[in-house]
T-cell receptor, first 120, second 115 residues
Framework: GAVVSQHPSRVICKSGTSVKIECRSL??????MFWYRQFPKKSLMLMAT?????????EQGVEKDKFLINHASLTLSTLTVTSAHPEDSSFYIC????????????????FGPGTRLTVL | AQSVTQLDSQVPVFEEAPVELRCNYS??????LFWYVQYPNQGLQLLLK????STLVKGINGFEAEFNKSQTSFHLRKPSVHISDTAEYFC?????????????WGLGTSLAVNP
């Protein structure tokens, strides 16, 4: 159980275009989803936290108008990189959690396999 | 503020040798602790977690970790490693505070198992 999928797994786009990445919880309801960015040989950098039906909370330094996050249902969140540029090339990972679970279970995040974005 | 320190950025080890990857955290409140593994060009996989109960936690692939509250540590161990254990290992902590409970990440430890 607790499977999270991401689509696409890999995308190459031209500079100036927008790219949408989907994150789905397949067998549980995700009240909260997180979007991370990971640079080569680096740890994960949290970009934003989204609760279903609410606006996302962005971390300091993350441009909310560039990285649009939508969490319209309990199983789907999307990250749209608008007007992508080469510096946006990275590995984007989402995770999901059911915050309603009691105790420690509500704290555990389940991760998607990641999306490799390359902007030419 | 909470923080996670992985004391070794790289750990080279020979196959079948034991290994310990160290993780210390700073928090004044109760925490939940996790170790994740990331194989090259892949996403994160949960190795093990401490939520409550026994402080010795056993995970997948023969890994285990011990939660030591007095030393604020959660070191990861394996008695005999394989070549296939070569990967990046991340320690993470979350505190039980608020709805947007975030994971605080260590910088990772690169485990290289050599034949």
């Amino acid at each position: 159980g607790a499977v999270v999928s991401q689509h696409p797994s890999r995308v190459i786009c031209k500079s100036g275009t927008s790219v949408k990445i989907e994150c789905r919880s397949l067998d549980f309801q995700a009240t909260t989803m997180f979007w991370y960015r990971q640079f080569p040989k680096k740890s994960l950098m949290l970009m934003a936290t989204s609760n279903e039906g609410s606006k996302a909370t962005y971390e300091q330094g993350v441009e909310k108008d560039k990285f649009l996050i939508n969490h319209a249902s309990l199983t789907l969140s999307t990250l749209t990189v608008t007007s992508a540029h080469p510096e946006d090339s990275s590995f984007y990972i989402c995770s999901a959690r059911d915050s309603r679970l009691a105790g420690g279970g509500g704290n555990e995040q389940f991760f998607g396999p990641g999306t490799r974005l390359t902007v030419l | 503020a909470q923080s996670v320190t992985q004391l070794d950025s790289q750990v080279p080890v020979f196959e079948e040798a034991p290994v310990e990857l160290r993780c210390n955290y700073s928090s004044s409140v109760s925490v939940y602790l996790f170790w994740y593994v990331q194989y090259p060009n892949q996403g994160l996989q949960l190795l093990l977690k401490y939520l409550s109960g026994s402080t010795l936690v056993k995970g997948i692939n023969g890994f285990e970790a011990e939660f030591n509250k007095s030393q604020t540590s959660f070191h990861l161990r394996k008695p005999s490693v394989h070549i296939s254990d070569t990967a990046e290992y991340f320690c993470a902590v979350t505190v039980n505070a608020g709805n947007n409970r975030k994971l605080i990440w260590g910088l990772g430890t690169s485990l290289a198992v050599n034949p």
